[in-house]
């Protein structure tokens, strides 16, 4: 047996060890806005209800670990009492991880991700349209676990209003648990998708990926490529050039092929090249039609 004495080993990796042992974590995907009206938008795995007379839940966001760091979601429910919790189905996930880039204070995460930004009925924070169970939420408590990089605050939330896409309901206006496709995290770049078991989601770039906002409308349009897709195209750090697009067409022979081919067929070879993580080859192809 493996025994550890937490006291005695690095943070990250005492973290490390937790999240892979304890999960899969359903996913809090926490909406604020600032005291300027800014909205936020990130994903917490720290996260479960624990009431239902009041009803309540409650996220956790850590202070980063390597500067000691709050996170602008802490500051946002600190300062305005309000958060809305959106649930993560599998249709979401990779726009979802893309909005937890550790972006600057005051981007819009919501344009980042390019998720659609609903107005609430109770509170000012916005909704994820795109989520298929929404968690309209006043902030009663804040509980701060510690002052070191790695320590939570419990931010305990009671729910005064909930959202659910009928898409989800049976006949008896109950959740069809098949049908929600819940997502929850795991321990690395590891999800659980609840009805076909686990994968992987690689990490958004530490160098910050561009976002779905800067994507070419012709490709963020797209009759075929779904949010997942454009997530996946959002984590780079900025697409390719032209001078590499054209050098990735002339070697692999596409030139007729690219010349022929309709938007939505490059689309879909584009796609299958995401399904395989393939990311540089559907950037380079997608902007040979652009």
């Not at 042992?21 to 720290?46: D, H, Q």
């Not at 909704?127 to 990089?149: H, N, W, Y």
Request: net charge negative.
């Amino acid at each position: 047996m493996y025994s550890i004495d937490p006291k005695e080993i690095p943070t990250q990796k005492l973290y490390g060890l937790m999240v892979s042992s304890i999960g899969p974590r359903p996913i809090a995907f926490a909406s604020t806005i600032n005291e300027k009206g800014e909205p936020n938008l990130s994903p917490f795995s720290f996260f479960n209800m624990f009431s239902a007379k009041p009803p309540v839940v409650v996220f956790s966001p850590v202070r980063r670990i390597r500067d000691n760091s709050e996170k602008h979601t802490l500051q946002n429910v600190q300062a305005t009492k309000e958060v809305v919790i959106n649930v993560v189905n599998y249709e979401i996930v990779q726009q979802m991880s893309l909005s937890s880039t550790e972006y600057g204070d005051g981007v819009n995460e919501f344009e980042k991700a390019g998720l659609t930004m609903q107005k609430s009925d109770l509170v000012k924070p916005f909704r994820v349209a795109e989520s298929p169970v929404q968690f309209e939420c006043k902030v009663t408590k804040i509980v701060s676990l510690g002052d070191d990089g790695g320590a939570g605050s419990l931010v305990v939330c009671e729910v005064i209003k909930m959202h659910i896409n009928e898409a989800v309901l049976d006949e008896n206006k109950k959740i069809d648990q098949q049908k929600l496709d819940q997502v929850a995290r795991m321990g690395g770049s590891w999800y659980s998708r609840a009805n076909m078991g686990m994968f992987e989601v690689p990490k958004p770039i530490s160098s910050m990926g561009m976002g779905i906002d800067s994507i070419p409308t012709s490709i963020k349009k797209s009759n075929i490529l779904t949010g997942n897709d454009l997530g996946k195209l959002g984590n780079v750090e900025k697409q390719p050039e032209a001078d590499e697009v054209k050098s990735y067409i002339s070697e692999n022979k596409l030139e007729d092929f690219i010349r022929e081919s309709s938007n939505d067929k490059i689309h879909a070879i584009a796609q299958e090249y995401l399904k395989k993580d393939d990311v540089d080859s559907a950037w380079k192809l997608l902007l040979a039609k652009k």
